[in-house]
């Protein structure tokens, strides 16, 4: 069935008008169609007239939920794809975000976007929690598998594609702009007290600064492919994180960003948590 | 690799206060011979360990590390090495999928009472890393691009 996006964003517009009219919410953050350049950018509503700038299409590729952060003690609408929920979802696991504060326009039945290859590793079609929804959920599965192109190459081929990418990286660090999981109050690459990771563009430093990223992101990354759509290098650093993604599937059977309740990969443990790999 | 032969690694060893360090404590009091190539860095428990430490241990240089806490169930705080327990798996983990060789990355439980086995594990892992020699740096490929690639306008 095809996907009807003017009926999704008259919806939109319907539920957003509504919410605000009520007084349920101070603000909704949604996409409209940029001034200047045509390309779908966020944008905040505090006044129902303004409701019906709010459209949906899709090449509404970014991550809305980070924004979320910034409006605590008041309430927010959002419009949110499933990925987004699942954001939403690892903030309230992380108690970075209130439950009574956010209201989610949640879009049923996502087809993934344009141009998102991480949308077809994508099982997640329906919004995991959503106040409000669009459209009527996908009831047949999708059957997904995370990719791995690079299972094949020996340890020493893998060092050198990896070298290759990351030297292309010219640390501007819009895939950390563009990640919901980076909401550090201060980012380890801009701390000098410890200085984790020197400052400078250079392979070192660049390795370094990815393999810490994916790092920070093990258990948290939700593989929405975010940072590689932002990157201008089109770096292919979601083969880390999508890695450390399925190992954790398959170790600790933890997919991150599916119930709120659940604590975070790296914020419990079991007693008999496995210890592959271990010196004995 | 070639001429390897006189090649005496670097390894970094982030022991846990409460029981590795004391091991290595005792395998020393004990006379016990093991490889001089650790430098061991004393830490409060094993779950202090930021994964950040470990990578950045490769950026500055070291040829492999090592990190010895409290056997599961012993931790000092209880729990801590639980914790570290999935951080370091996570770790291990990149690393390997990143390319750098899963000998480089060692983690072990060793209590204050087995000084020996201690001093047995130091051994295998300098045999470890020896066996796969000097780390050559995240950067071993040099920065600069190719020629060829910068004339083809890449």
Known sequence: METNYSEISKKIQEISRKLLEEGRVDRVIGFERGEF???MT???V???EEAENLLFNPECEMMLAK???DYG????GIVAKPCDTRAITVYLAEELIKRDEIVIIGINDCQGLEENEACDECGVRNPVVADEEIGQPRQEPVET?????????SLGERFAYFQEEFSRCIRCYACREACFVCSCEECFVDSNQPQWVGFSVGLRDNFTFHLMRAMHMAGRCINCGACELACPEAINMRALTRNLYRVAQEVYEFEPGLDPEEKTLFATYRLNDSEQGFLD | MAGNENFEPKILAFLCNWCSYAAADLAGSSRMQYPPQIRVIRVPCSGRIDPFLLIRAFNSGA???LVSGCHPGDCHYLDGNYYARRRFLMLKELMQYAGIAEERVNFTWCSASEGKRFAAIVDRVVERIK???PWEGFDSRGFIRREEEVAGGN
């Open chain 1, 37 to 39: 350049t045509g390309e």
């Open chain 1, 42 to 44: 966020p944008v905040l």
């Open chain 1, 46 to 48: 505090t006044d129902p």
């Open chain 1, 67 to 69: 924004y979320l952060l």
């Open chain 1, 73 to 76: 003690g008041s309430t927010t």
């Open chain 1, 145 to 153: 598998d995370i990719k791995d192109d690079l299972k094949d190459m």
């Open chain 2, 63 to 65: 040829d492999g590390i």
């Open chain 2, 131 to 133: 066996a796969v020699g």
